[in-house]
């Protein structure tokens, strides 16, 4: 199961993950199944239980160790609601957030920018990265100081260094850096990149792209 910093998995979340695993592995054990959910075992077990009780699977074996869980019916039921329900939520998150970049990616167009440089490649860059890209806006490389990450790729984009930047393959470099967007920004410009653009974040959660002049 992903990890997120701020999505804690609720117990409909992991009633619907422990129920689309039985589904899909009769014999699955009550380790796997703690993995999966990130739950300890013996929280599994109280789930199942419940699970039982409910009609929802039924258990076949000799002990916990050697136990098939069949999804009954009234589970195959459940499993479809909670199914569609998740869905649901995400579909709504996602459109908010997609709300909420929609200026940047605006911004972005309406200036027939469409290869974006980033500008850093550390959290902030690999965040830009997952929002650029649902917005068809196409990430010809991360370019970073740090020597280290030269000739490394992250999330599939190519790390390089700021000298080795060809101005023929972008459109904006954008600033993918709160703290020091500012001196990021000069040294694009001691670097000879043009089109340069900050990105900044509001304390409301509101964001925005400044050009720099």
Known sequence: MDKFSFFEPGILFREYVLLKEI???SDITQQELAEIAGIAPSMVN???MLFEKKGLIDKI???RRKMNYFITQNGIYR???LAVSYL???AKLYSNSRLVFMSVAEELFKNGIQKIVLYGAGVVGETLLDI???ERI???CFVDDDNSKHGTVLNGIKIISPDKLAADIYDAVLIASF???GKISAKARSHGMKNIYIFSVQTDGRVSLKREE
């Open 138 to 140: 196409q990430i010809v």
């Open 23 to 25: 589904f899909s592995k």
């Open 179 to 181: 703290r020091h967007a």
């Open 88 to 90: 649901r939520e995400v």
């Open 61 to 63: 074996g000799p002990n």
């Open 79 to 81: 499993l479809q609601y």
């Open 46 to 48: 109280k789930y199942l």
């Open 132 to 134: 650029l890209k649902t």
